[in-house]
């Protein structure tokens, strides 16, 4: 049975020489650009709650939000499955929170789900799946469907947990108020320039007529080029992106 | 109610608690091809709720800053990649990980979700030590994510081997993915497996884990759709709210 000194000494010599193990005090900060380097002390090594309680929200342009899309992809080597698949439960944590079941109106309460054409409509089916899970009732709607296996995937686990896909969007905002508590605007992310093109420019008009709550995945879907209606709620998974006009 | 496909015939159906090896196996199957869920999506949503199912045994408000230093300890195949996964969310829920990999997988889900726990400065011993005293002084609990469901002792390599055989000694808590390793996955016979304070099961309970006697049980299965777990005619206690973890 060895002694504590001699165990002790063999746990420093351990550490010190041949353990590679980095004590918190010594670790590297990664400074840098990545959206939680900035908040992480070198004291520390890692996120002190109070400095980020105190420090104001970050908000990112659309070139940031781009850079750390790449700096996750291309040196993380995150896939974009892995990362929609965060977002999108992430986002639909956040609804939950926003809006328990227990407040809402309907058991389950009701969901539309508005998908666009690319990753944020990926990051909407994923939150359509995940409210079932959390037993809402959702409802998707995607007119535009990349061709790609990633969003077919994410289609077929909707379909198989028997979540309905609209065939065309409810052309009055009234119909969509007396059908659904709450609709989830997951048609355009970040990375969107240029004109809202159809279905899309539609569907927003539609969207701004509602007065039940819409929760935007990532920004609004069209602001910058629109105006914002009112209660429009965001939340999106990574810190917020810059609008134009914030809600 | 559904009738369930391959379920044991001396279990009445709403009874069952437990998977079998091949049914998990089944489970699994259908997941990745009658539901297209992606294998990386699987994992990844394994590794975070068994993250999660950590911060729930072991809060973090609670623990002093040695007690959350976490050793998590991955073998080459599925499990490992979990405990991969498991290991980068428990860095963002602000505990401190270090991983013990010796036997690293060459395929591209291992090699990436290597790969980010590195950029997360996330350290990777080059060793572990024999002396079980060591681990217990430096690390507050210690991850087995080495064996998993169908996976032999044998093919995992002389390091995990050892690595099992020190665990073993551990007085430190410990929290088991899936199985504990070392456990016959149907009879839980465990000569030369661990004993795991904390089992953390993946998307349903394995026939093994009926002879878990720790502190905690989890099942990480929030992401199984419903019909799913009917059609193994599962009867787990559901889960709260927006947990992706529940307490047995």
């Known amino acids: 049975m060895l002694g504590v000194r001699t165990l002790l000494g063999l746990g420093l010599l351990v550490a010190g020489s041949r353990l590679p193990r980095i004590k918190s005090q010594t670790i590297a900060c990664r400074w840098g650009p990545t959206w939680w380097g900035p908040q992480r002390l070198n004291s520390g090594g890692r996120w002190d709650s109070e400095v980020m309680a105190s420090t104001a929200v970050k908000y990112l342009s659309q070139e940031e939000a781009q850079a750390v899309d790449q700096e996750l992809f291309n040196e993380y080597q995150f896939s974009v499955d892995q990362l929609m698949e965060l977002a999108g439960l992430s986002c639909a944590t956040a609804i939950a929170k926003a809006y328990p079941p227990t407040s809402m109106s309907r058991s389950p309460p009701t969901v539309l789900v508005i998908c666009g054409p690319g990753n944020n409509g990926g990051d909407g089916l994923v939150c359509a799946r995940h409210l079932k899970l959390f037993g809402y009732e959702p409802t998707i709607y995607y007119p535009k469907r990349p061709n790609k296996p990633l969003f077919t995937a994410l289609v077929t686990q909707c379909q198989k947990m028997d979540i309905p896909f609209l065939g065309e969007m409810p052309s009055e905002p009234t119909m969509i108020d007396e059908l659904y508590e709450l609709v989830v605007d997951a048609i355009f992310g970040f990375s969107f320039k240029g004109d809202v093109r159809e279905p899309f420019h539609s569907i927003l008009s539609v969207l701004k007529g509602l007065t039940v709550p819409i929760a935007s995945i990532d920004i609004p879907s069209g602001a910058g080029t629109q105006k914002v209606g009112q209660g429009w709620g965001r939340l999106g998974p990574y810190p917020p992106d810059s609008c134009p006009h914030q809600v | ?248």
């Open chain 2, 1 to 248: 109610m559904s009738s369930a496909a391959g379920p044991d015939p001396t279990e009445a159906p709403e009874e069952r608690r437990f998977l079998s090896t091949a049914e998990a196996a089944a489970l699994e199957r259908e997941l990745l091809e009658d539901y297209r869920f992606g294998r990386q999506q699987l994992v990844e949503l394994c590794g975070h709720a068994s993250a999660v199912a950590v911060t729930k045994a072991f809060p973090l408000p609670a623990l002093s800053r040695k007690q959350r230093t976490v050793l998590v300890v991955c073998g080459p195949e599925q499990n490992g990649a979990v405990g991969l996964v498991c290991a980068r969310h428990l860095r963002v829920f602000e505990y401190e990980p270090t991983i013990f990999y010796p036997m690293r997988s060459l395929d591209l889900l291992h090699r990436d979700l290597t790969t980010q726990c590195e950029k997360m400065d996330i350290p990777f011993l080059s060793y572990l030590p024999t002396e079980v005293q060591l681990i217990n002084e430096a690390y507050g609990l210690v991850v087995d994510a080495v064996l998993g469901p169908g996976v032999e002792p044998g093919e995992v390599g002389g390091p995990c081997t050892r690595a099992l055989a020190t665990l073993k000694l551990l007085s430190i808590p410990l929290v088991s993915l899936d199985i504990p390793s070392g456990w016959d996955a149907e009879t839980g016979s465990d000569a030369d497996g661990l004993r795991p304070d904390v089992l953390v099961s993946l998307a349903a309970p394995k026939r093994c884990a009926g002879r878990f006697s720790g502190r905690h049980h989890f099942v990480a299965g929030r992401f199984v759709p419903d019909d799913v777990r009917r059609k193994f005619a599962l009867r787990l206690p559901g889960y709260t709210g927006t947990d992706c973890v529940a307490a047995l």
